[in-house]
C-alpha cells in the first residue's frame, strides 16, 4: 500500500488531501490556518486524518506542499531585514524603476516601495561590460566592509546584484563566497542564481524579493519538514512552484522567490486535470477560497504560462504597480474576494465587499471566533445556500446569530432588509470576480463564450452559477472534492524546472551551434535539480523556448522553438525563422519584412510527469472514500434566488450519493465536506462519467 499527501495552506483554510494509491480513495480535511505558525495546522489536521481514517504513516512515499505565505510576506512587508550590494552608482535601481508611470496622469501617484531602503543599499567598486569582459576588478576589501556596515545595521539576509552578471558570474559569486565567509549566518542571494537575463530593474526587484524572503523561507520549510517527519511520515517533502511543478526543499530554500504563486498554480493544475474529459480542454479555471478569488485559462488542458509577473500592485489591475518578479509562473489573476472578505459602506454610501478580509482570525462573524463584521460568508449563510449544521462536513459549528446581528447593523446603515443586504453582498463580490475574468480574458484575446467554468475552492461553487452567469457562459464544471481540489492538484502536478540564459543572437548571423550550445547547458543544469526530486530522469521532457524580437523592437515575445540539435544549415535557420514568425503572427497577425530576429532570452523547461511508480497520480475521477449509493435528496431547505425575489424550498443533495448519470433541476443544492454547488432556477446539472458535475446554464 501506498499513499500520497497534499498540503495546501490559505489564507483562511489550510487544505489535506491523502490519496489512497491501492484503493482509488481521497481523503480531505479542511482547518482553520493558524497564521502564527502555519505549520502547527498541518500538523494537527494530519495528525486527525491519520487517526479518523486509520492511515498507517509509514506507507506515505511523497508530501507535496503549496503556501501563500511567501506572497503574503511580500504584500503585507514581514520579510527579513535586507540589504544590497551592487556596483558603484547603481544603487537607485530599485527606486528609479522603468519611467513608465501606471497612471499618466495621476499627480499623487504612489509607486511601490522598494524591499530594500536607500541605507541598506551599498556600493561597490567593480563593472563588468555588456559582454561580460571586466572593465574594473572587484574590489574584495569593499565588498567586506559593504557588508560589515550592513550586519552592523541589522540585516539577516543580503542581496548581490552587479552590472552585466547574466554574462560573467565571477564577481558577484566571489561576492557572494567573501560575505559568507566573514558572517555565515547571514542569507546570501545573487542575481545570477535568481534571474540570469537582461534588463536591470527587473533583475534587482527578483533578487532582492528572492533575498526578502529567504531567512523565513528556511526556516518555514525546515520546521514544515520536522512537523511532517514527526508524524512518522518518511516521505520527502517536495514544493510546488509558480510555474505548477515541482522541486525539493534545497532548491526551494535556495531561490524561494519561485513558490510565490504556488497555491494559485495548483489550483489552475486541478482544474485542467479534472476538467480535461468534459470541456474540450478550453477551462476559465476560478478558484475562490477563503481570502482571495483566482482566475487562470486553460487551453488546450494546459494552464496558460508567464515568465514574468507583478506581486504586491498598487493597483491590482494596472501594469507597472507592483514589483516586477521574473520567474516562470502559471498565468493568472488574483483578487481580494473570497468568503471572508468583508463588507462595508464607502465615504459615498455605495455597498463593497473586500479586498479586506476577516481570515481565519476572527474569521466571519459565523464561525464564533470573535469575528463581528459582516462577510460574504455570513450573507451565503443566510441566503440558505450553506447549511450550518453541515459547514466543513460538520466539524466547524456556527453561530447563526452573530451572523444575522452582523448583517443587521449593515443593514442599518444601507436601509436595506437583511435578505436585501445580503443578496447585495453575495452579487457585488460575484460582479468584482465576473468584471477580474473579463479583463484577464480580453487582455489575451479571447472570447469568453469558447470556455467553460470549472469552480474549485471551499467558496467557489456556491458563487460559480452566478459568475459564469454574468460572463455569459453556457456550461459550468464542478469536481468532486473542489473544496479540497488545489491540494489534490499538487498531487497531479509533474516535477519541473525552469532555466533561462541571456543570448543575444541573430538567426540571420550567428551560429546556430552556439544556440545548441547554450541550451545543452541550460538542460544538464535543470537536469541535475531534477535528479534530486527521486524522479526517474528516463521520463523527463525537454521544453525549448526563446525571448525573441524583431530587430529594433523593445519588447519580446516568448516562443516555443523546434526540438534540436540546432546547427547552421539553411534548414535549421528556417525552422527557428518559422517557429518565431508563426507566433509573432498568432498575436499580432503581421511580421515586418526584411527584418533580421533576434534572440534574447533562450529558456528551457524540464519536466517528469508523476506515475504510479514515483509514488504519485490520482484517478481522473477523483471519487472520494465517501463515494456509494443511496438516496441522493438530504431534504429541502429555504434558499433565495433573485429571479424570484423570495426565499423557496430547495432540494438539498448529497454529492457523495450522487452516482453517474444522475440528473438535477435547479433550484438545488449539492453538499459535500468541503464545498457546496448552488445551481439556479432554470439551471440543470448531470454527473458525468468522470464524476464531475456539468452544469448547463439556461
Request: charged share 25%; net charge negative; aromatic share 6%.
Amino acid at each position: 500500500m501506498s499513499y500520497s499527501l497534499g498540503i495546501d495552506i490559505g489564507g483562511t483554510f489550510t487544505d489535506i488531501v491523502v490519496y489512497d494509491h491501492a484503493r482509488g480513495r481521497q481523503l480531505n480535511r479542511k482547518v482553520l490556518t493558524t497564521h502564527d505558525d502555519p505549520a502547527r495546522a498541518v500538523a494537527a489536521g494530519v495528525a486527525a486524518l491519520l487517526e479518523r481514517d486509520r492511515v498507517p504513516p509509514a506507507e506515505f512515499t511523497r508530501v507535496v506542499h503549496a503556501t501563500t505565505l511567501f506572497t503574503n510576506a511580500l504584500i503585507e512587508r514581514r520579510g527579513a531585514v535586507t540589504g544590497l550590494l551592487t556596483t558603484a552608482g547603481f544603487a537607485d535601481t530599485l527606486e528609479i524603476g522603468r519611467e513608465r508611470k501606471f497612471e499618466l496622469y495621476d499627480l499623487n501617484i504612489a509607486k511601490p516601495e522598494p524591499l530594500v531602503p536607500r541605507d541598506l543599499r551599498l556600493e561597490v567598486a567593480e563593472r563588468l561590460r555588456a559582454d561580460g569582459s571586466i572593465m574594473t576588478k572587484l574590489d574584495a576589501r569593499q565588498v567586506e566592509a559593504q557588508a560589515r556596515k550592513l550586519v552592523q545595521a541589522g540585516v539577516t539576509s543580503i542581496a548581490v546584484v552587479f552590472l552585466h552578471a547574466y554574462a560573467n558570474p565571477r564577481h558577484e559569486a566571489q561576492a557572494a563566497r567573501l560575505v559568507a565567509r566573514r558572517h555565515p549566518t547571514i542569507a546570501v542571494t545573487t542575481s545570477h542564481e535568481v534571474a540570469p537575463e537582461i534588463r536591470e530593474y527587473e533583475r534587482a526587484s527578483t533578487t532582492v524579493a528572492n533575498a526578502y524572503i529567504k531567512p523565513l523561507a528556511r526556516q518555514y520549510l525546515t520546521a514544515m519538514a520536522r512537523r511532517v517527519a514527526d508524524l512518522g511520515i518518511p516521505a520527502p517533502l517536495l514544493l510546488m512552484l509558480s510555474s505548477g511543478g515541482l522541486t525539493h526543499v534545497a532548491e526551494a530554500e535556495r531561490t524561494p522567490v519561485q513558490m510565490l504563486e504556488s497555491g494559485p498554480a495548483a489550483g489552475a493544475l486541478a482544474a485542467a486535470f479534472f476538467g480535461r474529459e468534459d470541456s474540450q480542454g478550453n477551462l476559465l479555471a476560478f478558484d475562490m477560497g477563503g481570502t482571495t478569488a483566482k482566475l487562470s485559462l486553460v487551453d488546450g488542458g494546459e494552464p496558460l504560462t508567464a515568465y514574468a509577473f507583478e506581486a504586491a500592485r498598487q493597483k491590482r489591475f494596472l501594469e507597472g504597480s507592483g514589483l516586477p518578479i521574473r520567474i516562470s509562473t502559471i498565468e493568472l489573476i488574483e483578487i481580494g474576494a473570497g468568503g471572508g472578505s468583508i463588507a462595508h459602506v464607502d465615504e459615498i454610501g455605495l455597498l463593497k465587499v473586500g479586498p479586506r478580509s476577516a481570515g481565519s482570525q476572527p474569521g466571519p462573524a459565523a464561525y464564533g471566533l470573535g469575528g463581528t463584521e459582516p462577510t460574504v460568508t455570513d450573507a451565503d449563510f443566510a441566503l440558505g445556500y450553506l447549511n450550518p449544521g453541515y459547514f466543513a462536513g460538520g466539524e466547524m459549528p456556527i453561530d447563526m446569530a452573530a451572523a444575522r446581528t452582523a448583517l443587521e447593523h449593515l443593514a442599518a446603515r444601507v436601509k436595506l432588509s437583511l435578505t436585501e443586504v445580503a443578496w447585495g453582498i453575495h452579487d457585488v463580490v460575484n460582479e468584482n470576480m465576473a468584471g477580474a475574468a473579463r479583463v484577464h480574458i480580453a487582455e489575451r484575446g479571447r472570447d469568453p463564450r469558447d470556455y467553460a467554468l470549472l469552480c474549485t475552492g471551499g467558496a467557489g461553487p456556491v458563487h460559480a452559477y452566478e459568475v459564469a452567469r454574468k460572463l455569459g457562459l453556457r456550461q459550468l464544471v464542478c469536481p468532486p472534492a473542489a473544496g479540497v481540489a488545489s491540494a489534490l492538484g499538487l498531487l497531479v502536478a509533474p516535477a519541473r524546472v525552469d532555466r533561462v540564459a541571456t543570448i543575444g543572437l541573430r538567426l540571420d548571423r550567428d551560429s546556430g551551434a552556439r544556440l545548441e550550445e547554450a541550451f545543452r547547458q541550460l538542460e544538464d543544469d535543470a537536469r541535475a535539480v531534477m535528479a534530486d526530486t527521486g524522479l526517474k530522469l528516463d521520463i523527463a521532457t525537454v521544453h525549448r523556448l526563446a525571448d525573441g524580437r524583431f530587430l529594433g523592437q523593445g519588447f519580446d515575445l516568448v516562443v516555443a522553438l523546434p526540438d534540436g540539435p540546432y546547427d547552421d544549415s539553411a534548414a535549421c535557420r528556417a525552422r527557428l525563422t518559422a517557429a518565431f514568425e508563426t507566433a509573432y503572427r498568432e498575436k499580432f497577425a503581421l511580421t515586418p519584412p526584411d527584418v533580421p530576429i533576434e534572440f534574447i532570452n533562450i529558456r528551457v523547461a524540464v519536466r517528469a510527469p508523476v506515475t504510479s511508480e514515483s509514488g504519485g497520480g490520482v484517478a481522473p475521477s477523483g471519487h472520494t472514500d465517501e463515494s456509494g449509493g443511496g438516496v441522493a435528496v438530504k431534504g429541502t431547505r429555504p434558499a433565495y434566488f433573485p429571479e424570484h425575489r423570495r426565499y423557496e424550498e430547495t432540494t438539498v443533495y448529497d454529492r457523495a450519493r450522487l452516482a453517474p448519470g444522475d440528473a438535477i433541476r435547479g433550484p438545488a443544492v449539492v453538499e459535500e465536506d468541503g464545498s457546496t454547488l448552488v445551481i439556479g432556477p432554470g439551471g440543470t446539472a448531470r454527473v458525468a462519467p468522470s464524476g464531475n458535475l456539468v452544469v448547463t446554464l439556461p
